[in-house]
């Protein structure tokens, strides 16, 4: 199992975001309990707790897996979920342990 520390810093004023948003602009963004979502040109990229090593249900399975890269890893910059070719994302949403988003296949 990889397992990856996510190093968190506090920031008292807005700090931009760098990674794939320098070239693409962002039309929309969620926040979660400890983790981030945005769309940027149909595409979503999630970042932050990805339940890597956070709490754990009764049966031993991991919480996380909401940033929707197929695993419970902890991302600290904005990745690129993977979705099928023609796929548009319009909307999405961050809760506590969870992501969702509106698609529209093409």
């Not at 931009?16 to 969620?30: A, D, E, I, N």
């Not at 979660?32 to 090593?53: C, D, L, P, R």
């Not at 399975?61 to 197929?70: F, M, P, T, V």
């Not at 904005?78 to 969870?98: D, I, M, W, Y």
Request: charged share 15%.
């Amino acid at each position: 199992m990889r397992m990856a520390a996510l190093v968190l810093e506090v920031f008292h004023l807005p700090e931009r975001v760098k990674g794939p948003f320098l070239k693409s602009p962002v039309s929309q963004v969620s926040c979660g309990w400890k983790h981030t979502a945005a769309i940027s040109e149909g595409n979503v990229f999630t970042w932050g707790w990805g339940g890597s090593h956070g709490t754990f249900s009764e049966d031993g399975h991991s919480s996380g897996g909401q940033l929707g890269h197929g695993s419970d890893v902890d991302y600290s910059k904005p990745t690129r979920v993977q979705f099928e070719k023609n796929v548009k994302a319009l909307q999405v949403s961050c809760g506590f342990n969870h992501t969702g988003a509106i698609l529209e296949y093409t």
